[in-house]
């Protein structure tokens, strides 16, 4: 006699079967980070472009340094580290207004700097005559950052003055991982820049991205065949015994 469960996990044959044969498997979540928008190097460009100030250069940080929005708000002067070129991300801004601590361990992290968002933030600092290293970046005053909901509206409101598509601010963050996957970054190193908690969630979530890189060691291996090279560099680990 075949046993038909309903949705609920009960029985329409009674004393058949003691319980249900799935009760207690857990079915896997999708990620949350699986569908994003990212816009051509040439957009991101234009949207800073047109934005009003402070959001100009905020917006300039979540596209070129991968900032979430509650730690690009959460940014005090002395979190810069212009000498290192890089950004420190020490605590976030909440949507609730109050102070808090980045979401994991990972994610409190140093994020290096292009040169040109260096120079960009030099000229932030410069231009109220060098704050505090305790005055916030991009604040109603010094002590208080911008409001997120407002900061989304600015977005938006670039995005509209320089006619792109709409998209999430965190889209941005994701605008600036693929552009560095297909500039070369290694997922390791893009992992450590974005604060993810492992290689393998940075991987998940952006292998789409990575470059195909067959064609260029083929051609690499028959540089060698043919002698185009004497040998191609070995690998660092190349020298380290096996573990």
């Known amino acids: 006699m075949p046993i038909i469960y309903n949705h609920d996990g009960g029985q329409r044959e009674k004393d ?17 980070e699986t569908e994003f928008d990212i816009l051509r ?9 047109v934005a009003e100030e402070p959001e100009r250069i905020l ?4 596209a070129y340094a991968g900032l979430r929005l509650g ?7 002395k979190d810069i580290d212009f000498s290192q070129r890089c950004i420190r991300v ?7 207004g109050t102070w808090s601590t980045p979401k994991s361990k990972t994610s409190r992290r140093a994020v290096f700097m292009a040169d040109s968002l260096a120079a960009l933030l030099s000229d932030f600092y410069e231009a109220p005559g060098r704050p505090g290293p305790d005055a916030v970046l991009f604040g109603t ?5 911008l409001d997120s909901s407002n900061v989304r509206r600015s977005f938006n409101s670039a995005l509209q003055s320089a006619g792109i598509r709409h998209v999430r601010i965190h889209d941005l963050r994701h605008t600036y ?20 908690a492992s290689p393998s969630m940075t991987l998940n979530i952006y292998s ?18 043919d002698g185009s090279v004497a040998q191609l560099p070995a690998p660092e680990t190349a020298t380290k015994g096996r573990k």
Do not use: M
Request: glycine share 6%.
């Open 141 to 145: 005053d010094v002590s208080r950052p």
């Open 59 to 62: 917006i300039a940080v979540f």
């Open 41 to 49: 190097i040439d957009e991101v460009r234009q949207v800073p472009d």
């Open 71 to 77: 730690e690009g708000l959460g940014l005090k002067w």
């Open 16 to 32: 058949v079967i003691d319980r249900s044969p799935c009760r207690g498997i857990n079915v896997p979540r999708p990620s949350q």
């Open 208 to 225: 789409h991205y990575i470059p195909e890189s067959g064609a260029l060691a083929l051609a690499a291996f028959d540089a060698l065949i």
């Open 90 to 96: 020490e605590r976030t801004w909440t949507k609730y």
């Open 177 to 196: 991982a693929t552009s560095l996957l297909t500039s070369g970054a290694s997922i390791k190193w893009l992992q450590a820049q974005l604060g993810h």
